[in-house]
């Protein structure tokens, strides 16, 4: 993620990317469906992925009490389809390092980068025409910037 905090004062929009730092290649065989269900309408299927031992590191270096857990929600417009479902995910990730940082940064930095990961499945309804996502975000911040002067 990238991160650039709204700053009137200054004149700064805030703005917020957050991009993949892997995607599973179309047809991976790992990917599997373990159990599915169809019942009132509805299709509900549990995936499972197998990691493969080049993954394995990288993965298990995010499961340490070193790197915070943080809740937060987000919304996204229901109109949108599957690009609002994924706003949604995308503010919950921007609002749980909002609320992660704002009790231990005194002052307001320019820029924040680092990586974020869903702790947990997030939970994600349908509600006024909006998505609405809860999530448990793991945070690792790369980087802080300061603005030299005001």
């Known amino acids: 993620f990238d991160y650039i905090p709204k700053d009137i004062d200054r004149e700064i929009d805030e703005e917020f990317s957050l991009k993949p730092v892997y995607t599973l290649p179309w047809g991976d065989q ?8 169809y019942e009132d309408g509805r299709y509900t299927a ?21 790197l915070p857990d943080v809740t937060a ?8 389809g599957f690009e609002g479902k994924k706003e949604a995910i995308e503010n919950s990730v921007k609002e749980s390092l909002r609320s992660y940082l704002r009790p231990r940064i005194y002052d307001k930095p320019s820029r924040i980068s680092g990586k974020a990961r869903l702790a947990g499945i997030p ?11 809860t999530a448990k975000i793991t945070l ?5 910037l300061e603005y030299r002067a005001y």
């Open 30 to 37: 790992r990917l599997s469906v373990s159990t599915g269900a």
């Open 46 to 66: 549990e995936l499972r992925y197998d990691i493969s031992e080049e993954q394995m590191p990288w993965v298990s270096s995010w499961d340490t009490n070193i």
């Open 73 to 80: 929600a987000g919304e996204g417009s229901l109109y949108e």
């Open 123 to 133: 939970y994600i309804i349908m509600d006024e025409g909006k998505y609405r996502c």
């Open 140 to 144: 690792r911040i790369d980087e802080i």
